[in-house]
Antibody, heavy 119, light 107 residues
Framework: QVQLQESGPGLVKPSQTLSLTCKVS??????????WTWIRQYPGKGLEWIGY???????YYNPSLMGRPTISLDTSKNQFSLKLTSVTAADTAVYYC???????????WGQGTLVTVSS | EIVLTQSPATLSLSPGERATLSCRAS??????LAWYQQKAGRAPRLLIY???NRASGIPARFSGSGSGTDFTLTISSLEPEDFAVYYC?????????FGGGTKVEIK
């Protein structure tokens, strides 16, 4: 059974870099064919897909985020990470990691972690 | 980017009633649409993929239909555990996008 668990600081100051980690259990993140993704949910409940990383290390990001996110793999720890630079209050959200299922559906998801951007 | 518009924003129904939720895409997504259920304080859960296929473990009272730009999620007879927020998501074009959600609340 695949499980994902997000972790990271719950409070980040404006202009700084948000850093989150997603620990994966039940499958190797370097297994062929797997995509791993970050999604966020705003306080008003809207969902936004941030980007994915393929098991090979290839990445693709939502163009709306203007080059700010970076997703990377750490195969030694079976986890992947998100860095989001130059954050503002608009980046306040619950951040989820998820595994792609089928062709670009999301299942399962982690439990989510709230990140607040405030001085 | 493809915009998904869900309606209504809120649906007030009683247990046992039929729920019909709509998702409209700003351009055709073929059948590349999914539905998720989100309960308070929990992550979304995949219900339906490719417009009409139930994900593993999803009860038969959930069904999806549609293609192109208009899609429907139907819950044939609401159980108490079905009161939640439902989101649609498309995978036809990048970036992947979600609708704004429909809340199904107890009347």
């Amino acid at each position: 059974q695949v499980q994902l668990q997000e972790s990271g600081p719950g409070l980040v100051k404006p202009s700084q870099t948000l850093s989150l980690t997603c620990k994966v259990s039940g499958v190797s993140i370097s297994s062929g064919g797997n995509f791993w993704t970050w999604i966020r949910q705003y306080p008003g409940k809207g969902l936004e897909w941030i980007g994915y990383i393929y098991y090979s290390g290839r990445t693709y990001y939502n163009p709306s985020l203007m080059g700010r996110p970076t997703i990377s793999l750490d195969t030694s720890k079976n986890q992947f990470s998100l860095k989001l630079t130059s954050v503002t209050a608009a980046d306040t959200a619950v951040y989820y990691c998820a595994k792609h299922w089928g062709v670009n559906w999301f299942d399962p998801w982690g439990q989510g972690t709230l990140v607040t951007v405030s001085s | 980017e493809i915009v998904l518009t869900q309606s209504p924003a809120t649906l007030s129904l009683s247990p046992g009633e039929r729920a019909t939720l709509s998702c409209r895409a700003s351009q055709s997504v073929s059948s590349y649409l999914a539905w998720y259920q989100q309960k308070a304080g929990r992550a979304p859960r995949l219900l339906i993929y490719d417009a009409s296929n139930r994900a593993s473990g999803i009860p038969a009272r959930f069904s999806g239909s549609g293609s192109g730009t208009d899609f429907t999620l139907t819950i044939s007879s609401l159980e108490p555990e079905d009161f939640a927020v439902y989101y649609c998501q498309q995978r036809s074009n990048w970036p992947l996008t979600f609708g704004g959600g429909t809340k199904v609340e107890i009347k």
